[in-house]
């Protein structure tokens, strides 16, 4: 369960958000929950959460490792904050800072170097779904990584698939359309498919969590907006369970 609070909060909204998180945690034995602020929060949020199991992750990353590249935050500055996970492709990173295939890619291979576990985002946009081009969508993006890295690497990766029409739109996609993505993402790791989580991002709330996370090839989600509500992120989580 990974909750990407996005451009969100201040000091004051996160102190309140993580207070109403730490008061209804009874402590989530069976799922892996990840809460990944903007930047300036890393460290706040870290040491508000640090009694419980719940881990911190950052949003993106620098695809070099350091240098001359105002405002960027390289891999280490990240582990250097005790940060775990780190999204890597996000859609709207790839749509808004135009991130190419390669970039991404270059990035997933430095969270690694410096010992961050990336979550992998890949999907499609609409276009390309009503074409029936989803799946080549989807190759062309992990293709990406896998002339970098050799798909062992995935053993210590997490993979998500949010396709770019149900994000932030309420839109879902349906079981049935993010199985069908979920286990063709499996068969493309070869040997090691079945170890690797994958997760559904897109529009999942406490309503619609339980019948996803039912789906054998859906480990967990990647959540947007319900992760800024306490209420909803806890329950989405208890489903995970």
Known sequence: MVGNWKMNGNLRENAVLLKAIVAGWHGQRNADVVICPPF?????AATVLSGL???IGAQTVSEY??????GEVSAE??????CKFVIIGHNERRRMQRESDLQVAEKFV????AGLIP?????ES???REKGMHLQTISRQLDAVFDLVDKSMFSNAVLAYEPVWAVGTGKTATPSQAEEVHKYMRSQLDEIGEDVRILYGGSVKAHNAEQLFALSDIDGALLGGASLDADEFLAICKAAE
Request: net charge negative; aromatic share 6%; glycine share 6%.
């Open 65 to 70: 490792e350091k240098g001359a590249y105002t």
């Open 126 to 128: 609409l276009e390309d």
């Open 110 to 113: 430095q969270a690694q170097q």
């Open 40 to 44: 300036p929060y890393l460290a706040h």
């Open 77 to 82: 500055m990240l582990a250097d904050l005790n």
């Open 53 to 55: 199991d719940i881990m």
């Open 119 to 123: 979550i992998l985002c890949v999907g």
